[in-house]
C-alpha cells in the first residue's frame, strides 16, 4: 500500500489538473454560444457544459476513457472505427521495424568493436543520422520506396527500424565493451580467440546493456511506425486514425488514439521487461 499510494496521489493531481485545463479551455466555447443566442450564463452553468462537449479544445478525461472504451470494446475488431484493427496495423510495421532495426544495432555494434576503422567511421554517422528530424525523413523514404514498388508495411518497418537501430548500437557498443582489462587479460592467458572472448565474455556481459536499449528502442520504433503513417495518407493505423481526428476536429478520438499508442508502448516495454528478468535470471545475473 506504500508503494502504490504515492501512484495514486500523482495520478489523482494529474487528473484534477486536467479537469481544470479543461474547463478553462473550453469555456470559451460555451461563452461564445451564450453570447449568440443573447444569454448569460453562469460559472455553474459553463462547468458542466465544458465536460460534455463533442468537438473539446481539450477532452476531460472522462471523455478520453470514453473514446478508449468505445474504440476498444465498443466495435467490433475488424470494424474500420475498432482501435484493436488500428492498433494492430501499427503493432505489425512496429515489430518488423524493431526486429530490423535490432539486428542492424547489434551488427554494427560488434563490427564497431572489433574493426577500429568501423568505430571511427560508422558511429559518427550513426550519431549524425539521428540529428535528421523524423519527420523530414519519413516522406523522403515512403516516397523513395514507392518509387521502387516497395509499399504497404515495409516503409513504415523501414521507419520504425531507422528510430530503434540506434539506442541498439549504442547500449551494446557500451555493453560489449563494459569487460575491464584483467578479465580480458585472463582469457588471453587461456589463448582465448577473440570469438571465444566474444562468445563466452563480451556478449554476456553486453546483456543488460542489451535489454536497457530494447526498452528505449521498442518505443520508439512505435513512433516510426505512427510517423510513417502519417505522411502517406493512410487509413489504416493509430497513425490514421490521429489524421483523420486532426482532419474532422475530432480531438476525442486523437486523444483515444493518443492513449492507445501509449498503452501499446507500456505493453511492449512490459514484455521486454519480463524477457529481461528472464533472461538475466537464468544467467546469474538478477534475482
Do not use: C
Amino acid at each position: 500500500m506504500r508503494s502504490i499510494l504515492p501512484v495514486l496521489t500523482v495520478v489523482a493531481v494529474i487528473v484534477a489538473l486536467w479537469y481544470g485545463a479543461a474547463a478553462a479551455m473550453n469555456a470559451q466555447w460555451v461563452r461564445d454560444q451564450a453570447a449568440r443566442a443573447g444569454t448569460e450564463v453562469s460559472l455553474a452553468q459553463i462547468l458542466p457544459r465544458t465536460m460534455s462537449q463533442e468537438r473539446p479544445v481539450l477532452p476531460a478525461p472522462h471523455q478520453v476513457a470514453k473514446g478508449l472504451w468505445e474504440g476498444v470494446a465498443g466495435q467490433k475488431i475488424t470494424s474500420k472505427r475498432s482501435l484493436v484493427y488500428h492498433g494492430w496495423i501499427t503493432l505489425s510495421a512496429t515489430l518488423l521495424g524493431f526486429g530490423i532495426g535490432t539486428g542492424l544495432g547489434i551488427l554494427l555494434a560488434i563490427g564497431i568493436i572489433h574493426n577500429r576503422a568501423m568505430d571511427q567511421s560508422v558511429m559518427p554517422w550513426a550519431i549524425a543520422s539521428q540529428t535528421i528530424p523524423i519527420l523530414a525523413i519519413a516522406p523522403m523514404i515512403i516516397v523513395v520506396l514507392n518509387s521502387i514498388g516497395v509499399s504497404g508495411l515495409l516503409p513504415k518497418a523501414v521507419i520504425s527500424a531507422y528510430l530503434s537501430f540506434f539506442p541498439v548500437v549504442v547500449g551494446m557498443v557500451k555493453g560489449l565493451r563494459s569487460p575491464d582489462a584483467m578479465q580480458l587479460d585472463l582469457l588471453s592467458t587461456y589463448n582465448a580467440s577473440r570469438a571465444q572472448a566474444f562468445w563466452k565474455l563480451r556478449l554476456p556481459a553486453s546483456m543488460p546493456y542489451l535489454f536497457a536499449s530494447l526498452k528505449v528502442g521498442i518505443a520508439a520504433s512505435l513512433v516510426g511506425a505512427i510517423v510513417g503513417e502519417l505522411p502517406t495518407g493512410a487509413v489504416a493505423g493509430l497513425g490514421a486514425r490521429l489524421l483523420s481526428g486532426s482532419y474532422y476536429g475530432q480531438t476525442i478520438q486523437i486523444w483515444s488514439a493518443l492513449f492507445a499508442a501509449a498503452i501499446v508502448a507500456a505493453a511492449l516495454v512490459g514484455i521486454v521487461g519480463a524477457i529481461q528478468t528472464r533472461v538475466l535470471r537464468r544467467m546469474g545475473m538478477a534475482r
